[in-house]
């Protein structure tokens, strides 16, 4: 159970300063153009998938705390770690197994196909769990019962951490 409790907050950190997002007074809510996915979308698509558990394994061929698969990896560009080539055979393994390259894959997914999978307005997480969970052609379909409830419970608790941690700044 810690090694998630540990790894989540040194995940977020990594990421913040690997992407540049590190600057003063950022709402999580803050949207970088070709980085759709906030922190706190990308923690429970995680959650949702694996549990963020960081054991490097794949699931019926797909990968990592955000359980990639070699099409899905394909579509989101083919990144690489820095000693590898996408021609090598473990470029794709090498890559979803490790969380930042993996969570810049799926900056790339959602930017080439963000779009507004349930309709209701806006482009959002809701929408990059359903492009994460079954794709970019059946994202409007319904979300398969585990992932979307794990997926839910997910974004409603960052919601009321975020609410919480605002009244006591407001305090
Ligand atoms: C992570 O997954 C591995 C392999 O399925 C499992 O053995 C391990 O207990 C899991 N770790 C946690 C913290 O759930
Ligand atoms: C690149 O580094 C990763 C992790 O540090 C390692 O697992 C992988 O085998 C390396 N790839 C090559 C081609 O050396």
Sequence with gaps: MFTTRCYLPCFVFILWISLGLLHIGAADDDLIVD???TENCLECLCEAKSNC?????????????????????????????????????????NCVNDPICAAE??????????????GDG?????????????????????????????????LKRKERDAK????????
């Design 53 to 93: 558990n960081a054991t490097k394994i794949c699931v019926n061929g797909a990968c990592g705390i955000f359980r990639i698969t070699w099409g899905y990896w394909t579509e989101g560009g083919s990144l690489t770690l820095p000693n590898d080539t996408s021609l090598s055979e473990e470029a794709f393994t």
């Design 164 to 171: 919480s941690k605002e009244s006591s700044i407001t305090k």
């Design 105 to 118: 894959t799926i900056q790339k997914y959602m930017y080439k196909y963000g779009q507004d999978c349930n």
């Design 122 to 154: 806006r482009i959002d997480c809701l929408d990059f769990g359903a492009l994460h969970k079954m794709g970019n052609l059946r994202c409007q379909d319904e979300l398969p019962y585990t992932f979307g409830r794990i997926f839910h419970k997910c």
């Design 35 to 37: 980085k759709p996915v």
